[in-house]
Structure formats: C-alpha cells, structure tokens
C-alpha cells in the first residue's frame, strides 16, 4: 500500500497526453474540405452583401452613407478616461508598442495557512449534504458559504486516495458493509477526523455537532469512524513513515500537492468586476464603494492594498480587488445581492480582457463568437467589455448544452442583454452553414484540464456547483475511462481550431486554455496551423492541376478541329471557356499597380499559398495600461495564443470598390493585359541570376539559342524590377548597414552623385572622373592631403599618403588611365543649402 502511494506521488497523470493527441490527430488528417478567402465565389457573397447593405441604407436614409457609418454604434463608455495606447501592426511596424509610462503594482497579498482545524461544523454539515446520494438541497446564505462548501469537497476528493488505503488497512468495510455505497461521505468524516489530530470536540460545540450531523445525515457515520480513529491514525502515520513524509500532501501526486484551495480559501482580497449594465459609469460605481466604506484607488496608485480599500486593475477592464472586514459580510451586502458586483476570479479575467481589445488591434468590424462556455462569468464578464466596443456588433456564444436555460436565466439577471447563447455545439455546423457569415473573429475555449488554475472553486461555483468537475480536477491516475475523456478533449480542441480557422470570414482567432499540458497548448495549436496552411497549398495546387487539364485538353482541340468550325454547344469548347474562367478566378493578392506582373506559372512546386489564405501565430498585444508587459510575471492560469491571417481581410468601401473594380464595372481598359496576367496562385521568388555587366559583349555566345532560353529571357524581371530588390549589407570600412544592389552589384550612394547623370562606363574609369572633379590645382598640399573640397559636391577624400596635385592638361576623357591616388575611403557630406529670397 505504502509502495503503492510512493509511486502514485511521482507519478505525471498528464504525460498519456501526447501518446493520445497522435492518435487524436491521425483522424483529423482526414480532413479536405477547406474555405479559403481567395475563393471567387465566397468574395462575390461579400461582394453582394456588402452592396446590398449599401443599398438599403442609401434607400431609407436617402443620404449616401459609407459602410463604416452603417456599422458604426456610438455605445456608452464606462470609464472615459481609461485609455490602453495600444498600437495596431497596420500603424506600429516596428513593436506595436509604446514606451512605458509607469511600472505596475501588485494588488496579491501573502497568505499563511492555520495549523489548526480549519473547517467549521456548518461547512461539514453543508458538505455532507452535498455528497449524499441524492444529494440533500442546499441553501447557502451567501457565496462564501457555497465556496467553503465546495473547498472541503475538493480537498475530501484530493485526498481520495490517501483516505481509502486508510480505511483498506484497518478492514473497514469488511466489519461495515452497509456504508460501502455511502463511501465518498465516509471519506469527509474521515478527512474531517483527521483535520482535528483525531480529537474530541468541546462540550461547547457538541450540541451544535449533534444537530447539524442529525440534518446532514451522517451522525452513525461519525460514530463508527470515532471508534475506529486510533487504528486510523497509526494507519495513516505508518504511510508517512514508510515514504519518508512529513506532510500527507507529500503522499499525492505531483499536480495535487499544492495547497491552492486552502489558499484561497484563506486569501482576504475579494476580486470581481463591475457590471456596467447595472452601474453605468465608474464615478457611480465609486460612489457606491465609498458608501460602504471602501478606500478606492486607480490603477496608478502605487499604495498597497489594505483592508477596507480597494483598486481598480492595470490590465482587465471593469476588475476590481478589495479587502474587506468581513468576508462573509461583504457577500451579503447589496453590492453583491443586486448583482452590482460579479465575484470572479482574476485568472478567467485575462483572455476576455484580451479578446475585448481584438477589434481594435486590427482595426476589424463585424461580430465575435466564443465557442464554449466554461464559466457563465467569465462569458458574462466579455459581453460587459463588450458593452463599451463599437467595432463589434453582435456576440454570439455556442455550446450551452442542456445548461442553456439556466445560462440565459443567469444573464436575464444580472442583466447582459448583448449576448445570443445557443445549445449547439459550435463543431456540429456544417462549413457550408451561413450561420457564421458576418464572424469575423473567434474567442476558442474548448474544454481543458483545468489544471493551471489557481482556484477551482470559482470554476465550480460559477458553474453552479458542479461536482463531475471537481472529480475530474483532482483525478490521481489515468483510467480507462480517464483515457476516454482525454482524447474526447483533444478531439473537441483539434475540431474547434480547425472549423475556426477553415471559414474564410474569420480573420483571427483567440485560443485560450487553463492547463499546463503542451499538448493542449503551444503543440495544439502548432499542429493546427500547419495543418490548415497545408490543406490551403494543396487546394491551390488542385486548382492548378485543374486549369492545366482543361489547357490541355483545349490545345488537343484545337490542334484537331479549327476553332471556327466548332459551335458554341461543343463539350470541349465549353471546358476551354471554363478554363479561361478559372484562371480568371484564381485567387490574387491585391498588389499595387507599381508592382510587376508575376511571372507564370511553369511547375507546380512554385505555387505557395496567397497571403490572405495562410494563417501565422502572432504576439498577444500588451493591454496594460502602462505597457510594462506586467502580464508576463504574473501567474495568469491561462494559456492564449492569437493565430491571425497573414493579411487581414477588411469588409469595407475598398473592398468592394476592389471587387467592382475586379468585375469590370469602372471600365476595363487593361484587358488585354489582364489576360496575360496570370492570376492562378501567388508564386515564389526563384532566384535569377546576376545581370551582366553592361560592358559584356554578347557576340561570343551561342547565335542560336533554344526555345527554352528564349523563354528564360523574355522572364527575366526588369531592370526596374531588379533595382528595387535589395539585400542589407555591411560596409568593409565604416561597419555600417548600408542598402546593396545585388543582381546590379552596385552600391546605392553612387546614384546621387552627378558624376553618374554623364557617365556611361563602368569600372575603374570612375575613379579618375572623380579625382579630377574633386580635386583642385589651388588648394593648399598640406590641407588637401587631410581634406580636399569641391565648392558644389562636398565630398572629403581620406587618403593614406600625401597626395601630389599636377595640373592636367584639358583634352578627352577617352582612352586615358586612372591616376592612382591611393584612397582609402569616401565619404559624403550632405548639406542644405537656403535660398536667398
């Protein structure tokens, strides 16, 4: 038994993750059917909505309104002068981060555990009620009756295990059958009798005992245990002694050590947030604080929190800690009866506060959706964010189940009305469901271990009491049946990310767990990515296999047949005018018209997938309002990850000014062009060689060169093309980043200077051309062995020997040699002149 428990206490529950994410992710390769935002026909959907939209509007208005005023809500704001400078990646290319304004403080206090018992006879009495089986209705007087409660529930089922071998090795069950069905009960007498060193009580609270014991049901239970308790405690010192423990919690394992229950449990700071549907702005809601006796201080006062005070957070919105006298007090106050104040706590705050600034980040309109609820509060929590954004429009949220009715009764209450919850499951629509369209990002929170929570009992609370969870959290080894709902969780995280990520409307996408398990975390969404960019590659490259089909079977054609004698109705001439729309309707990324053409396509492995197809992994943006990235020492309890679209599709006046260019409604006069444009597929840059030197005489080559290398040729980029590809090199004298020419191999500075505006050759012959404008007959030898000028270009000659000036006589520059001046390095001197008025 002791054997037993010392192995079960270095045991790693979460290392069967991996094994079963493999199997997990086997089943998803199956997986074909894919949207892209390149699709033409899903941009002509866009294209029709977005015009119809105008349409509209323009007709009951009878004024011409832009899409960003249609969709513009001016919501009210709760605190105005909270502003997060944070900088979007369209306007901050270099971080997207500001400087830091101050350094934030801590608002967590250090919490000491009492040696003693810590557990109260009415919170074993409302325990044992809730472990009956069925369990006996509970009316707790406030929320920190319900969250004790549930703590000794939580702990009885961490210590499950240390308990039943307990009760094995004094026979227990054997000498009393009749409580085998009623084990998880004994297992809270037990665990309380050990609480209390196995002593009696005082005769002052053994009436209270009595009674409370009496309506909970459990009075035969704790007398038995207490004839039992000096077999049970030398049971449980033999197993700290055998393992060498000083604590029980020792004799757990790994992920069930910690005390973080009974901490906080313990912990005095009380951290909830605001509800801005009831409590309109934050100088009402101060006022209501200040009414109660509460210190308020902002995000910027560096003062500690003491008792009777309380802060509004740096990072999350509407958050707020405080200390109060009396906890139990404080949750029966109106502040929390009206439903003012949500207790919650801070770790489900992070990934909603996040998600609330989204919009803003990428500058995107259109509506959000969360696809799982794992707490009602911290749901709840997002549509109150939500409450003062203007870029979002609607919030949906899936995945109620059989809960729905009791979530909608919770919102009804507290009073969310921006929020449309559904009973289905957010995988369960298929991707042809235009139930999704106007969803332009995703708040993912499938279901988790929960295992990087700080307190689960907030979990369990905002869910009602749900004691199938606090089972699950406090699990000491994998099952079969534990197995089984391992890879039911992967399989719903896999689902989830990848029918986020396969719509084409969805631009970003939030991911967010609770669990220190890698599997669910960074190789989760690793794997997504790339499995989403793959399927994306190979629809593109199916494409082109198709367009090269019908190509073909058009030249056999017309090879065989004239094309005038073919009619209309020919099968074959209907597959060559669908060829030419296909490639017409192959996807394209919106370039400048500066660009050039690409190239066409000559293989397959060419193709890449377009920029508004691939999705990447971007940074969390720093919402803190001192951009100090505090968040990052902080244990948030959360894992968030942002997987965006390497080019963001905006739904505005230049998109469909773009689609309407597209489709020919502005004129088309670059429709020859357009046709030998190839819009198939966006193609990599192939390395071409280095261009010749201009000097380079061609008449040695080959007079006749094949059709392969004529084709090379007339592929060869521009030479406008060519000079604006640059590679950043180093300077071999000044160790300075400088831009280099590399096809041209020719240094940038030299195009400045006016000696290039006359010079046709190349090579040494600058030099002299140089010298001679720079140098002059009278200056001084010794000034002009350090510095020699030219009046207009201002150049300075470092030399590394006295230069020797002899006049020249004036003739052609033809067919002379350089004069070696033995110069070192050049360097030039910019300066602005002012014009005279």
Partial sequence: MSNQLFFLSLADIFSVYPTIFKEQSKKLKKMKQIYLPSDEEWQDKMYYMLLEIQRQVNESSGDSLSLHEIHKKEKPLFDPLRITKILTPGVSPNGRRSRILKHCHATTVKVKLKSGARWTLPTIGNAAKLLRKPPIPVEFRNEHEMRLAYSLVYDVFRYKVVLSNALNDVCFFEQHSQYLEDEQRIWLMLFELHDRQFKGRNSEEQELQASLYKESEVTDLASVLWQHRVRLAASFSRMRIKVGALRLSQLLPIHLQNEKVAIAAANPVVTGWINPFLVRTKVEADKILTEMGFTVHGPDDEQPLLEQHCKWDNICPLVISCIPKDRSEFTKSDLMTKHYFIMQDKNFTFGPAIMSKMMDYFELDGDILQTHIGSPRSTAYLAALFYSINRVNNFYVYGAGTNLKDYRRYMESIGVNNIRLFGDAFTSFPMESNRFRTVVGIFATPPN??????????????????LSMLEVLTESEVSDEGRTRVALILEEQLLTLTMSMSRPQVQFVLYQTHSIVSTENEDMVGYVIQLINKLALEKHRNAYKEVKRLEALAELEAANVPAAAMSKDSPRKKDKLSAEDKRKSQPELPAPSSAPPLPRVDSIDLIVTPDIDEFVQDTVPDICIHQDMCIRQQTTGSFLSLVRRKNL???????????????????????????SKPKAVKLQEAAEPAQQDMGYDQRGSASHSSAQQVLQRLQRSTSASAIRSHLTKVSSTHRQPIAFNFRRRECMRYYVLPVYMHSTKQSIRLWWQYAYKCVTPSADTATAASNVWHPNLKFRLHCSRQLRIRKLRRGPWTNRQPLHLHINDIQLLYQVRRRSK
Avoid: M, V
């Fill in 449 to 466: 271990s929960f295992s990087a929570i700080s307190d689960p009992i907030d979990l369990i609370c905002s869910r009602g009491g749900d």
């Fill in 649 to 675: 599709t905006h739904l505005n006046e230049k998109y469909l000014i773009r689609r309407a260019e597209q489709r020919g409604l502005f004129g088309n006069p670059k429709s020859d062009k357009d046709k």
